[in-house]
């Protein structure tokens, strides 16, 4: 029976194996073999002189890292409170958390232009017009960042939710509280701690929905990573298969390094 078992997870591991890893490998056979050059590394040595490659990749990690910082500061302490204060109001902050997944990011993308349009009218004789037009810098524009937010929601809750689930967090905070800690103390060296795995797990969903997000940011006319890739992929296709490889394996890596990471601190 063991041996069943164990051939019947070979199997499925195979298949799971067999559906990533053709297709890569094709994409990669595509960026490195031509019939008329032959065997070539060319496009990826292109990469780094390639014109937007740098300010693009840079502008995406930023965007990410910005995102992550302030969907986690929005997401965590509300559902500390929630869960301590107020667990009525829990269904409520679910159904709020989760809304973003049954609105069409077109229809998203399309209310933000809209909004951002009528803003700048009404907006216009007063003060705050800059401050509207400071969050559509081109440079680091923050209107995306709030945009990332509110569409990485849902899957910063799950993740976080389930950190909390496997945590007796009233206790926890009432024992650090007993002994006259304040609230940030507790939140940076007593929850924070303890929901490492949940945090790196939805940092990760965060830096991968950035990384690979396009329709917001093309219909808003900024030029983000995944942007740039469809624009690169028009005229130069090699290097455009040769920088989606790079990025998934970029994306790979940080994985394997937080896995490395939190496997050895749970050893510890």
Do not use: H
């Amino acid at each position: 029976m063991a041996a069943v078992t164990r051939l019947r997870r070979s199997a499925v591991f195979l298949l799971a194996a067999l559906y990533f890893l053709v297709p890569l490998g094709a994409s990669l056979w595509y960026t490195v073999y031509d019939e008329s050059t032959g065997f070539s590394l060319a496009p990826y040595g292109e990469l780094l002189s390639a014109d937007g490659f740098a300010t693009s990749l840079l502008l995406s990690l930023g965007l990410a890292l910005a995102t992550i910082v302030l969907v986690l500061l929005l997401t965590l302490p509300a559902m500390l409170a929630v869960r301590l204060a107020a667990p009525r109001l829990r269904p409520v902050l679910e159904v709020l958390c989760t809304l973003p997944l049954v609105v069409p990011p077109i229809t998203f993308v399309v209310g933000i232009g809209r909004a951002l349009s009528v803003g700048g009218e009404v907006l216009a004789p007063t003060p705050f017009w800059a401050t509207l037009v400071a969050i559509q810098d081109p440079g680091f524009p923050v209107v995306l960042v709030l945009a990332y937010v509110v569409l990485v929601l849902p899957f910063v809750y799950r993740s976080l939710d389930a950190g909390l689930r496997t945590l007796d967090v009233r206790t926890l905070v009432e024992a650090a509280r007993s002994l006259g800690a304040s609230w940030t103390y507790v939140l940076v060296r007593v929850v924070v701690p303890n929901l490492r795995s949940a945090i790196a797990s939805a940092s990760f969903l965060t830096l991968a929905l950035v990384l690979g997000e396009f329709t917001v940011a093309r219909l808003l006319g900024f030029q983000p990573f995944a942007v740039w890739i469809v624009t690169v992929s028009g005229s130069r296709g090699q290097m455009s298969v040769a920088v989606s490889i790079l990025s998934l394996v970029l994306i790979w890596l940080l994985l394997l390094a937080v896995s490395s990471v939190f496997g050895k601190e749970r050893k510890q």
